[in-house]
């Protein structure tokens, strides 16, 4: 992805979907159709997405004849895991209250090193966190109170977020 992002949304057993992760510029879309020949979730962009496709047969090619290219490759699915598993970590832990984890979460939703986050539904935070859209809203709407989110003037893709403030939340303060 060059700039936007994407959410990619799994299946559970009992035909339920949840959104598993949010791809953001700089991360790498369909990866995992490199060694299965159907993909393991749903891709669906948020907003306005810039992207650079490849055909799948030539990044194949580039793998075999390019040894730095599949090192590269590797690297990128390595950060892939550990994304993916620091998203479990920090959004999936009991214990903890879905106040903290919609900090971390709309720390992750974070658009690079800016003060800007992306702004889903109410019902989108509550499938990434496995929370009624009712307990998204609340937080959410606290949030604003507290001065931690405010809308954008330009647009609503996006948050003006107190990125300090959200981590003392996110820390359990």
């Not at 669906?44 to 090619?61: E, F, I, K, M, S």
């Not at 895991?81 to 832990?93: C, G, H, I, M, P």
């Not at 003037?153 to 959200?166: E, N, P």
Request: with cysteine.
């Amino acid at each position: 992805l060059r700039t936007g992002a994407v959410k990619l949304l799994g299946t559970a057993w009992d035909g339920s979907q949840r959104i598993v992760r949010v791809l953001k510029a700089g991360d790498i879309v369909g990866l995992e159709a490199l060694l299965e020949s159907r993909y393991a979730h749903t891709a669906l962009a948020v907003g306005t997405v810039n992207a650079c496709r490849v055909p799948l047969p030539a990044v194949r090619q580039l793998c075999l004849d390019h040894a730095g290219f599949q090192w590269n490759l590797m690297k990128k699915l390595q950060a892939a895991l550990r994304e993916t598993e620091q998203w479990l970590v920090d959004l999936a832990s009991s214990g903890t209250s879905a106040r903290v984890r919609m900090a971390r979460l709309l720390l992750r939703l974070r658009d690079g090193e800016s003060n800007r986050v992306y702004n889903f539904s109410r019902e989108e935070l509550g499938l990434m966190l496995g929370v009624t859209t009712q307990t998204a809203s609340r937080i959410t709407a606290a949030f604003q109170r507290e001065r931690l989110l405010v809308r954008r003037q330009s647009g609503g893709q996006f948050y003006d977020a107190d990125i300090v403030g959200l981590e003392k939340v996110a820390l359990g303060g």
